[in-house]
């Protein structure tokens, strides 16, 4: 719980979870949506997951899924490119 509150990614992924399995939806998704919006795509398939069993709106899929997309296209450089290019 404390490595989720101090911004760890996957600890706040796994909290999510556990809230979702202890039946605290609301609590997961929202643990969910923070992971999704760091650029962690296993929550935003959580909570897809979550949507497609009538557990999540569908207003909290999307913005999980463009929280993540926002945060993949921040972690983007011209140089990662260039070295993802040179690397092949």
């Given at each position: 719980?404390?490595?989720?509150?101090?911004?760890?990614?996957?600890?706040?992924?796994?909290?999510?979870?556990?809230?979702?399995?202890?039946?605290?939806?609301?609590?997961?998704?929202?643990?969910?949506?923070?992971?999704?919006?760091m650029?962690?795509?296993?929550?935003?398939?959580?909570?897809?997951?979550?949507?497609?069993?009538?557990n999540?709106?569908?207003a909290?899929?999307?913005?999980?899924?463009?929280?993540?997309?926002?945060?993949?296209?921040?972690?983007?450089?011209?140089?990662?490119?260039?070295?993802?290019?040179?690397?092949?």
């Open positions: 719980k404390k490595a989720a509150m101090q911004g760890h990614v996957e600890s706040r992924n796994n909290l999510g979870c556990s809230e979702v399995e202890k039946g605290n939806n609301n609590r997961g998704v929202r643990h969910l949506l923070i992971s999704a919006q650029g962690y795509k296993d929550s935003v398939e959580a909570i897809k997951r979550m949507f497609m069993d009538g999540a709106t569908k909290q899929y999307a913005e999980a899924l463009k929280g993540y997309q926002d945060a993949v296209e921040k972690m983007k450089s011209h140089d990662r490119d260039v070295a993802e290019r040179f690397g092949q």
